[in-house]
């Protein structure tokens, strides 16, 4: 006859409901791995993306995702013509905030180096790469948009024509591809009061000078709407991405290390910069908190164990004088902390299945949280159960003779 | 008669210097297999720490325990697996019928036969039952059934491995006269049909004539009962 069975029957609700519990607490524990593996994942996600072997940002800088980086986009064709180079094309990376249809959206705005990369290596789920450089994009579905859906930016209707999965930035922002062009127009896009007070400064400016106040008519030119004072350069890129000859990738990063304006690292020092330096903080507060509420779960089951345990001990000390094995006994603590442990993980994972894909955060389970978490969930209750096999041991029979 | 279980000499001291407490003062007894034997004696007597000697739950201090003939505890020291014994020699039956919460009056039979290594408990507690008059609420658990119902079924469940000795802890403490009286004469019958011991430590004089021997207890010491009785009652 199995007690620890029996027990459950008598109390089932009772035990239903404290594994419901216990399976509450584990999902949160559970969610918290996940969201500490999912901030890992999205942090490297976009670089790896990108499918550069090496990438050159503003000399002294640490990248586009850790600060700015400014780079004159002559560096493109100077890496390109570096011998051992295969491609090389230019990144822009900025946030952005925009309302949609009512509701603020984070965007990080990837500009793609058209034509050479119309996000070939972006991990399309629908729909299909840029076609043309101007009013496509490619955005995360965690965006919300459709295929054929239009997003108004810097007064132009962008038209969603390819959905990426899980394109999310450390910060957890979904990332939206674009060519640089636009990427660019987007960044240095100008409301119209910005404009006119620009118009302002620029008349202001040849009233001042020799230049304007010789040629009347350039303050003419320079308050007309139609006309807009030309670029002394092109508009710099954030990075530029190069892929080389698999063997020679050394020797193109020596040439490129000894130009004055960049700084060159490996796509595994990009992803380092990243972990090391803009997550590495909130990684480890992540990190730290899971390992606090592992260990609180961890005291939480050992006294819920410990409490089911002792409301038994009249009956078990009944059982012990009528000379019940100890292991039939010890055994019965243990299967009920296996069962509730098996049970309580079947609640957090299915509260996993149901409630973890709404969290704004991703929560990445990954294939060794899935493997670990049940094996020490189990782990977990067997040595919640101590207390409760120690308080067996301790019972004395003769105490079911009193009373 | 074979004896059940003879005590010879025991001593058992609570506490230590001015506070100590002699609980057994060398008390000998024995019961023979088929005797109904009474313990009486106010309360703080002993009787209950006789009991937990003799059931070898909480050994005295010096003395020795023959069990079945056999010496199974000296001076305080096991001579044998004690838990064995009580799994399967011994029935409790207590004041309360202390059966256990979580299961039916049948399983709670029935674990009794699967300690004392019985492969056909499920049959023989339904037997048990049926012979206690409480067959028709095996599957009911303790708190559904009665005071008399449960004290049915925890002789039931002291009997399921038919027992050589049955020690009964002021079983009747709970119940009204009529059922104190009907449970005296299960361990008369239990007794005489089936060649066990019983001692039963009660404080109700009612029904004295079911017993065959009575003893008395005060201060620890053991002496036969001398109040005259009423002649015993035909077996049942």
């Given amino acids: 006859m199995n007690l620890a069975l029996r027990d459950v029957r008598r109390h089932l609700a ?3 409901g404290t594994a419901a519990g216990l399976g509450l607490l584990l999902s949160v524990v559970v969610a918290m791995q996940g969201i500490y593996a999912g901030m890992v994942d999205d942090a490297t996600i976009l670089t790896r993306a990108m499918h550069a072997d090496l990438w050159l940002v503003q000399r002294d800088t640490r990248g586009p995702f ?36 009512g509701a603020v959206m984070r965007i990080a705005l990837v500009g793609l180096g058209w034509p050479d990369d119309p996000g070939r290596s972006l991990p399309l789920v629908r729909g299909r790469r840029l076609q043309q450089p101007h009013g496509e994009m490619i955005v995360d579905a965690s965006l919300g948009l459709g295929i054929g859906e239009s997003l108004a930016l810097a007064g132009e209707q962008y038209r969603v024509v390819g959905l990426t999965k899980n394109a999310l930035t450390s910060g957890g922002e979904s990332v939206a591809f674009v060519s640089v062009a636009d990427a660019e127009l987007i960044a240095f896009d100008q409301p119209a009061e910005a404009a006119v007070l620009e118009r302002q400064r620029v008349v202001a400016r040849l009233r001042r000078t020799d230049l304007g106040r010789g040629q009347p008519a350039l303050e003419d030119l320079a308050t007309d709407s139609r006309w807009r004072a030309p670029a002394l350069a092109s508009p710099p890129v954030a990075a530029v991405l190069v892929q080389a000859d698999p063997h020679r990738i050394a020797e193109v990063r020596e040439v490129m290390r000894s130009w004055g304006d960049v700084s060159v690292y490996s796509q595994d020092e990009e992803e380092a910069l990243l972990l090391g330096g803009v997550v590495q903080r909130a990684r480890m507060q992540i990190g730290l908190f899971t390992v606090i509420l592992t260990l609180t779960a961890a005291v939480i089951i050992m006294m819920v164990m410990y409490n089911l345990t002792l409301e038994k001990t009249h009956d078990l000390a009944v059982l012990k004088l009528m000379g019940a094995p100890r292991t039939r006994l010890l055994g019965l603590i243990l299967q009920q902390a296996w069962l509730l442990g098996a049970l309580g993980y079947a609640v957090a994972f299915a509260m996993g299945e149901l409630v973890f894909p709404m969290f704004p955060r ?31 041991m301790r019972i004395d029979p003769s105490t079911a003779l009193e009373g | ?152 079924v925890a002789i039931a469940r002291a009997l399921a491995n038919e027992p050589s000795l049955i020690l009964a802890d002021e079983p009747t403490a709970a119940l009204d006269s009529v059922r104190s009286r009907s449970v005296m004469e299960l361990f008369r019958k239990v007794a005489h049909d089936r060649g066990a011991a019983v001692l039963v430590v009660t404080h109700d004089h009612r029904a004295l004539e079911v017993f065959d021997v009575l003893y008395e207890m005060e201060d620890g010491r053991i002496r036969p009962h001398q109040q005259e009785r009423p002649a015993p009652a035909a077996a049942p």
């Fill in chain 2, 1 to 152: 008669m074979e004896d059940a279980v003879r005590a010879v000499d025991l001593s058992k001291t609570y506490g230590t210097g001015p506070a100590a407490v002699k609980a057994l003062d060398h008390v000998t007894l024995t019961i023979a297999r088929g005797t109904v034997a009474a313990l009486l004696g106010p309360s703080g007597s002993g009787k209950s720490t006789l009991i937990k000697a003799l059931g070898f739950v909480s050994p005295a201090d010096t003395g020795e325990v023959f069990f079945g003939g056999r010496l199974v505890v000296k001076d305080g020291v096991p001579l044998a697996d004690l838990a064995a014994l009580r799994r399967r020699h011994l029935g409790f039956v207590f004041q309360k019928a202390n059966l256990t919460s979580f299961l039916t009056a049948r399983e709670n039979v029935e674990i009794a036969c699967e300690f004392g290594g019985k492969s056909d408990g499920r049959k023989r507690a339904r037997e048990l039952l049926a012979y206690l008059d409480v067959a028709g609420r095996e599957r009911s658990y303790p708190e559904m059934l009665s005071g008399g119902e449960q004290q049915r």
């Fill in chain 1, 362 to 392: 991703r929560v990445l389970i990954t294939e060794t949280i899935s493997l670990v978490a049940p094996v020490a969930t189990m782990g977990i209750v067997t040595l919640a159960s101590i207390l409760g096999l120690t308080h067996v």
């Fill in chain 1, 14 to 16: 009772r035990f239903v």
């Fill in chain 1, 66 to 101: 850790a600060e700015g980086s400014r780079l004159d986009p002559s560096v493109e064709a100077r890496a390109a013509a570096v011998p051992g180079v295969r491609t090389a094309r230019p990144y822009t990376y900025q946030l952005i905030q925009r309302e949609h249809r």
